[in-house]
Structure formats: structure tokens, C-alpha cells
């Protein structure tokens, strides 16, 4: 299994507080990718990053930010937490792909189940 | 703005049987790829597929990939119990060799 850690795996806090999930992998991968997973929407990219500090925006950015000060470590940040974040949060990680060529595979963390009351 | 369709969108057979599952997809791609999610894990990696492919095996696992009717479709034969889980094809998202659009998934359910 590629060495993806995600902290924590269970949370529940309510809204309006902040809430910050962490990613941590040992594969030193280029890319890491944060998505949310919910009933009927399958898997949503939130954020990725493709480098240290450089990241950007996926299809359901809004109301989240993220940091990535080390290669090994991704952060996803809520600011203020609301009842339609609650979610399944997963972390991946892919390694760069060649010029022109296509996607690489994604490997996934376990995930971070947060309820939102 | 999901690309990628799966279908059925559940499916119960026995152990043994083969399982068939397929993926339709909206815009040219130049690859595919298939994941699988246990209950309550992360997804992993089965196969990818490149666009100038028409088929792919990996052990029980065969894709195919028919870019002339932008679908793809999963057999896994043999079926076993361990087989039972999520599975998910996912296509570059607008073109992007960076990003990843997923399905909402086909859940295989394998009766022992």
C-alpha cells in the first residue's frame, strides 16, 4: 500500500469552528489531491497540488483552502465549517506524468469522515 | 460535471459468475482508468487503459475501450466474495493530464 496517512480519521465539530485535515505521505510524489466523497456525486476534486506551495483549485473549491509547505504534507482547511461540508474527505497522491503523456494513477489515503453539526 | 457514467449502478451475483460493468464518458479522452473502494477504505488503482487501446487484462480483470462510442466497460471473471465493493472509472478532467473526474460508481455485490 503506498504510505498515505490521514489525520484524523473521524471527526465531528460544529459550525462555524475552523477544521483542518491533514495528509502525510512517505512515496515523495509530485502531486497530491484533496476530494470529498458524498452519496450520488461520487468522487468531487476539492484542491490539488502540484508542487511545494503551488497548488489549485478543483471543481468544488469554495469555502476550503489548502497549504503545502512540505512535499510530504498537504493540509485542507475549512474556515468556517458548515452542515453541507460534512463529508468523507480523501487525500491521493500521484507521481508526475511524463510531457504530453497522460494521467498517472492516484493512490488514496482512507479517509476522513466529518460531521458538521 | 461528472465525465465519466458507470453502469448498472448496482449489481448482485453469485460467486463464480462474471461481472460486467461499464463507463461512458462525454468527451475525447486518451486515457481511462478503474478503481476499486472496499467499504469504508480509499480507492485503489486497477488499471489504466490509453486511448490508442482497445484491451486490457490484469489477472481476472479485463477492460475494454471503445473510443468510437466513448464507453469502456470492466469484467472481472471468477467473481469471488472479496470481489464485493465500489467500482469507479475516472477520465482526465477537461483534458487535464493533472486531474481526475470520477463516476458515481457501480456497486458489485457478490453473493457467496
Known amino acids: 500500500d503506498a504510505g498515505i496517512t490521514q489525520s484524523p480519521r473521524h471527526k465531528v465539530t460544529e459550525t462555524g469552528t475552523p477544521v483542518t485535515l491533514r495528509c502525510h505521505q512517505t512515496?515523495?510524489?509530485?502531486?497530491m489531491y484533496w476530494y470529498r466523497q458524498d452519496p450520488g456525486h461520487g468522487l468531487r476534486l476539492i484542491h490539488y497540488?502540484?508542487?511545494?506551495?503551488?497548488?489549485d483549485k478543483g471543481e468544488v473549491s469554495d469555502g476550503y483552502s489548502v497549504s503545502r509547505s512540505k512535499t510530504e504534507d498537504f493540509l485542507l482547511t475549512l474556515e468556517s465549517a458548515t452542515s453541507s461540508q460534512t463529508s468523507v474527505y480523501f487525500c491521493?497522491?500521484?507521481?508526475?506524468?511524463?510531457?504530453?503523456?497522460?494521467?498517472?494513477?492516484?493512490?488514496f489515503g482512507d479517509g476522513t469522515r466529518l460531521s458538521i453539526l | 460535471s461528472q465525465q465519466g457514467e458507470e453502469d448498472p449502478q448496482a449489481l448482485s451475483i453469485q460467486e463464480g459468475e462474471n461481472a460486467t460493468m461499464s463507463c461512458s464518458y462525454k468527451?475525447?479522452?486518451?486515457?481511462l482508468q478503474w478503481y476499486r473502494q472496499n467499504s469504508g477504505r480509499g480507492l485503489v488503482h486497477l488499471i489504466l487503459?490509453?486511448?490508442?487501446?482497445r484491451e486490457k487484462h490484469s489477472g481476472r480483470l479485463r477492460v475494454t475501450l471503445d473510443t468510437s462510442k466513448k464507453s469502456s466497460s470492466l469484467l472481472i471473471t471468477a467473481s469471488r466474495a472479496a470481489d464485493t465493493a465500489s467500482y469507479f472509472c475516472a477520465t482526465p478532467f477537461k483534458g487535464s493530464a493533472r486531474q481526475l473526474t470520477f463516476g458515481s460508481g457501480t456497486q458489485l455485490t457478490v453473493l457467496p
Open positions: 512515496e515523495n510524489h509530485r502531486y
Open positions: 491521493a497522491i500521484s507521481e508526475s506524468y511524463p510531457t504530453g503523456g497522460s494521467n498517472q494513477p492516484q493512490h
Open positions: 468527451t475525447s479522452i486518451n486515457n
Open positions: 497540488s502540484y508542487g511545494v506551495k503551488d497548488t
Open positions: 487503459i490509453r486511448s490508442n487501446e
